[in-house]
Nanobody, 121 residues
Framework: QVQLVESGGGLVQAGGSLRLSCAAS????????MGWFRQAPGKEREVVAG????????YYSDSVKGRFTISRNNAKLTVYLQMNSLKPEDTAVYYC??????????????WGQGTQVTVSS
């Protein structure tokens, strides 16, 4: 019901910034909770950030809090992840995800294909 396509990944030096975008399609998008996850080689997928349908609530993992910002523009059917002060440990494939309204950190139903973020030191 919802299709998601991420973009904006790439190679950046430590301390730099990137902004990831997730373009969505589907008539129910504006009522969905949206999130960003990441997975590094050899590690489990972890939640990075989540945002409610009306942007009233956000969630951030402790590892990115204060450095990353999630936002959404429902008119454009797009969710963003602004990543500042990047560290080598942020290197991972980043995935956009969607779910019907609920907790921001679990039970996501739809997933994008992922975009690679590599942070060099």
């Amino acid at each position: 019901q919802v299709q998601l396509v991420e973009s904006g990944g790439g190679l950046v030096q430590a301390g730099g910034s990137l902004r990831l975008s997730c373009a969505a399609s589907g008539r129910s998008y504006t009522s969905y909770t949206m999130g960003w996850f990441r997975q590094a080689p050899g590690k489990e997928r972890e939640v990075v950030a989540g945002i409610s349908w009306n942007s009233a609530s956000t969630y951030y993992s402790d590892s990115v809090k204060g450095r990353f910002t999630i936002s959404r523009n429902n008119a454009k059917l797009t969710v963003y992840l602004q990543m500042n002060s990047l560290k080598p440990e942020d290197t991972a494939v980043y995935y956009c995800a969607a779910k019907t309204p609920g907790p921001l950190y679990r039970d996501y139903d739809y997933w994008g294909q992922g975009t690679q973020v590599t942070v060099s030191s």
